[in-house]
């Protein structure tokens, strides 16, 4: 029984390892490190709500907010938990994910391989892996149908999170909690090693998708 005891430990840490393990990486753009690092550091950042002041016209301001913020809603980081046909997808590719899964009724997975068997409460470094972490989080899941993402225009996105019959029935004063405040949502700051993250700060983010409320919610064109 001991031995039995192992071997299914064993036989778990390694579907984690290949349930989670992401195709290999695009190879870098042939350009100078000292570039890339340059593009990377210039688009890491959110532009903060001062930065729309000059934006006279209220409505057009308030979609200029929300296209800000939609730098991190449409981020892969975000979308790939977003899909319409309840297949998670991974890396900035977008790809289906490795092993073939499926977030069931629930989004948490199937009872034959839950979401759990690889995703665990926090974020699980692996060693001599393809990708060096597994992403985590307590309430790691897919968004239900209504809420796709995959494919869809940001002004598509944006009457979505608007519609109560299609993001979980959040009034905007809770969008805004959800967005600004939830660790899942922040999980996207802080995917693992090797993944990149979603642009700016949570707080940035919170503030953009305040000020977008304030300035009546208006949606930029789909």
């Known amino acids: 029984m001991r ?6 430990i064993l036989l778990g840490a390694t579907l984690a390892a290949a349930g989670c393990k992401s195709a290999k990486s695009a190879p870098e753009p042939a350009e100078p490190p000292a570039a890339r690092a340059q593009a990377r550091a210039a688009g890491a950042s959110l532009r903060p709500v001062s930065a729309f002041a000059g ?29 319409a046909d309840g297949v998670p997808r991974q890396g900035m590719d977008q790809r289906p994910h490795v092993p073939a899964v499926a977030g069931g009724p629930s989004g948490h997975g199937t009872p034959a391989l839950p979401c759990t068997a690889c995703h665990q409460e926090r ?6 892996a393809t990708v060096r972490s597994v992403p985590g989080n307590p309430k790691w899941a897919l968004a239900p149908a209504e809420m796709a993402w995959v494919g869809v225009p940001l002004g598509k996105i944006c009457e979505q999170l608007k519609d109560p019959a299609r993001n979980g029935g959040k009034s905007l004063e809770a969008l805004h909690h959800h967005m600004a405040e939830d660790v899942l949502v922040g999980w996207g700051w802080e995917p693992g090693a090797g993944l990149e993250p979603v642009p700016g700060t949570q707080r940035a983010f919170g503030e953009l998708i305040r000020a977008w409320i304030d300035t009546g919610a208006v949606c930029p064109r789909p």
């Not at 031995?3 to 299914?8: F, K, P, S, V």
């Open 3 to 8: 031995h039995l005891g192992r071997m299914a």
């Open 55 to 83: 934006i006279a016209d209220e409505r057009q301001r308030s979609a200029a907010l929300f296209v800000e913020a939609g730098r991190v809603i449409t981020h892969p980081r975000c979308v790939n938990c977003h899909p």
């Open 123 to 128: 974020n699980t470094p692996l060693v001599g």
